[in-house]
């Protein structure tokens, strides 16, 4: 699997935590777009990025953060084809899989351990969509875009 990860300034230490958790699955390729201080960054640079890898296929999936989770995963979902969770416990990392298919997983390096982040990752990582009904419904949520004219 691939996954490109990146974080603004808010999140490069739970960023490196997160690629040593990465780092436990076998073929796992891991490419970080950044950044490597703690100089401030706009995160939504830094979600464009990830989320490029994704759409491109270039990653299989992306994970982004930022200090809550919450702008880097709004920046995300702005780009088409993307599906971010902003995910803050390990059964929503594992809903946001098998319901939604989500692509990208946002975390907020300043509200979650390091512990609780590497389970919530583990889960996003191992995680499979399980289709069925499920699929009808992600269709609808990517349908949206058209409607939009996004």
């Known amino acids: 699997m691939k996954i ?10 739970l960023k490196e935590e997160i690629k040593t958790v990465l780092k436990e699955f076998d073929g796992m390729e891991i490419n970080d777009v950044g950044t490597f201080g703690t100089e401030a960054v706009d995160y939504p640079d830094i979600a464009e990025k990830v989320c490029a890898d994704v759409v491109s296929g270039k990653a299989d999936r992306g994970i982004v953060l930022c200090g809550t989770g919450i702008g880097i995963s709004i920046a995300a979902n702005k780009i088409n084809g993307i599906r971010c969770a902003l995910a ?3 059964y929503s990392a594992k809903m946001c899989r098998e319901h939604n298919d989500a692509n990208v997983l946002a975390l907020g390096g300043r509200v979650t351990g390091f512990g609780p982040a590497g389970e919530i990752v583990r889960a996003f990582v191992t995680g499979e969509f399980s289709g069925g009904r499920h699929a009808r419904r992600v269709d609808k949520i990517m ?3 058209d ?3 996004k």
């Open 4 to 13: 490109t990860i990146g974080s603004d300034h808010g999140a490069t230490e």
């Open 88 to 90: 803050t416990d390990v």
């Open 143 to 145: 349908a949206l875009q």
């Open 147 to 149: 409607k939009q004219g």
